[in-house]
């Protein structure tokens, strides 16, 4: 019955035209900077928070929430710093429904070209009770009157139902209604408190869009946190029954659990467009950029594991999963790692690797692996695997030589001795030695901001290819009784990303072999001919004798 009743008020809906204009768009409500920032363990100075609004104004969000201006002047400032630098999506601060949060608000955002004024105020029962002390005829005349007012500061204004989820279906449609009537142009429906479920977040929906008078002239919102772990689920299944909003933060992070995933929700519209029959007007492949640019600004790193921009998004390690993505990445990625920005897909060295890609990875690394070789680089391969996990290519490269014989043009990280600087005037710097087949072992000694920095200004003299480290992340893994570190390093070299990883047994030269690894990731790829065809790769026994 209830899908019939969604068949017959969808027909009846595009038959009169109402919502004709709004069936293709869903428009991208960012709030990383105010629900996602006031989380704990997120907090962004203004200048911060400046450099994200950049970042999400590249991606191409609709709707940038810089910040709740009457919560603290810093707030107030970033708000303002945010409206006045930032040029193309709608600025927003929240408000609460009074004239003094929403003064501050407009002051704040009167920089903007295009701004907007989020009010919220609770209609739930308990928020009704616990929190406002407010009866049903004071939250609707505190609806009213805040709208009313904010609609002559700003080019837009935008009401939220606080707890939308738990408040009586009657009661939020006239909520609504009155927002609407007071010339609210958004009307949002969250989920504060994640309790909602994919089924009846759908209901509910249809119900309020086809009932709630007067919102014609405005669009449904849907704003999901992630106490359940249906953020993303619940937004999506708003979108089927008619919201044209989603609102959510890089990440996901936010208030607790967080909030909908934006990453997420964006490539979920992008990639099945035949389910959805929507569009998202914004740059996916600044997506994993704006990830990072969180990440890094925030010192929250992306656990790996996580959809779309963790690092194991695209990761292969399975040899089944390999060979098949060797020979046609759509065997297993429904999407591209280039889709979201990324520098590539990464296929895993480790036990689970079969022979294609341990032979694929040689070669990128400059070895044609003979087949009656094979077997035996094979055997150490896999013994090596079982004690250590992940293989880097150091690693790689060493076993390749030791069973062949032979060597590869790449560096090698040899040596690395630091000096850190603390206190007095004694300056940072770093020993590094590299070994190449053909110029032999280099050595440079640099300065830099730091022990590490150091050290990669050295590789960077040694290797004469200059890069910008744009993310490295060190972690301690290991079990019984051994603890390795593993780096993984993105640089950023004439406009293209590569990159690196190593493991070893110390946090130093992890982080500098992983660097080595991504300059000879770059290296190979400059190598490439005028044709973008690789340079012909040397077999072991002729690097040998090249060496």
């Not at 909520?175 to 009846?200: H, Q």
């Not at 390093?489 to 406009?495: A, K, M, P, Q």
């Amino acid at each position: 019955m209830l899908m019939e009743r969604i068949s017959e008020w969808e027909g009846s809906m595009a038959d009169s035209g109402k919502f004709a204009r709004k069936t293709d768009k869903i428009e991208i409500f960012d709030t990383t900077l105010r629900d996602g920032e006031q989380a704990p363990g997120f907090s962004m100075s203004a200048e911060e928070k400046l450099m994200m609004a950049e970042a999400l104004c590249d991606l191409g969000v609709d709707v940038i929430e810089a910040g709740f201006a009457a919560a603290s002047p810093g707030d107030a400032e970033a708000v303002r710093r945010i409206a006045a630098e930032v040029s193309g999506p709608t600025i927003c601060s929240l408000s609460r429904a009074s004239e003094g949060d929403i003064k501050r608000a407009a002051e704040a955002l009167q920089p903007a070209k295009k701004s907007r004024i989020h009010i919220f105020l609770g209609t739930s029962p308990i928020h009704r009770k616990a929190k406002l002390n407010m009866s049903k005829a004071e939250v609707m005349a505190a609806i009213e009157s805040s709208v009313s007012m904010a609609t002559s500061f700003c080019d837009e204004v935008e009401f939220s139902a606080e707890d939308a989820i738990r408040t009586e279906r009657e009661f939020l449609t006239e909520a609504l209604e009155c927002a609407a009537k007071s010339g609210a142009r958004v009307l949002n429906v969250p989920d504060t408190v994640g309790y909602t479920t994919p089924d009846e977040i759908y209901d509910l929906f249809t119900y309020l869009i086809a009932n709630v008078g007067g919102a014609e002239k405005a669009i449904f919102s849907t704003h999901c946190h992630d106490d359940l772990g249906l953020a993303v689920a619940n937004s999506l299944a708003a979108v089927r029954a008619g919201a044209r909003q989603i609102e959510g933060a890089i990440n996901g992070i936010g208030e607790r659990a967080g909030n909908c995933a934006l990453e997420e929700a964006i490539m979920v519209l992008a990639t099945r467009q035949d389910v959805f029959n929507v569009h998202v007007d914004v740059d996916t492949t600044k997506i994993y950029s704006a990830s990072r640019m969180l990440a890094k600004i925030t010192g929250n790193p992306v656990p790996r594991n996580k959809a779309i921009v963790g690092r194991n998004a695209f990761a292969h390690e399975a040899g089944i999963h390999q060979h098949g993505v060797l020979n046609d990445r759509r065997t297993y990625e429904i999407m591209t790692p280039e889709d979201i920005g990324l520098p590539g897909n990464a296929l895993i060295l480790g036990k689970h690797s079969g022979k294609h890609a341990l032979a694929a990875r040689a070669k990128e690394l400059g070895f044609e692996i003979e087949e009656d070789r094979m077997s035996a680089v094979f055997a150490s391969f896999k013994a090596m695997a079982d004690e250590l996990g992940e293989i880097a290519d150091a690693q790689l490269i060493e076993l390749v030589c030791g069973v062949t014989g032979s060597s590869t043009n790449v560096w090698q990280l040899k040596r690395v001795e630091m000096r850190a600087a603390h206190g007095g005037q004694a300056e940072p710097f770093a020993r590094v030695e590299l070994d190449h087949p053909l110029r032999g072992m280099v050595t440079d000694i640099a300065t830099g901001e730091g022990p590490i920095h150091a050290a990669f200004n050295a590789v960077q003299t040694i290797t004469g290819i200059s890069a910008i480290v744009e993310e490295l992340e060190i972690n301690h893994v290991g079990a019984k009784g051994r603890t390795d570190c593993i780096a993984d390093i993105v640089l950023g070299i004439h406009g293209e990303k590569f990159t690196g990883r190593a493991r070893t047994r110390d946090v130093i030269p992890a982080g500098v072999e992983a660097y080595v690894d991504a300059i000879n990731r770059a290296a190979a790829s400059q190598s490439r001919d005028a044709y973008g065809r690789k340079k012909p790769t040397r077999t072991p026994e002729k690097a040998k004798d090249a060496a």
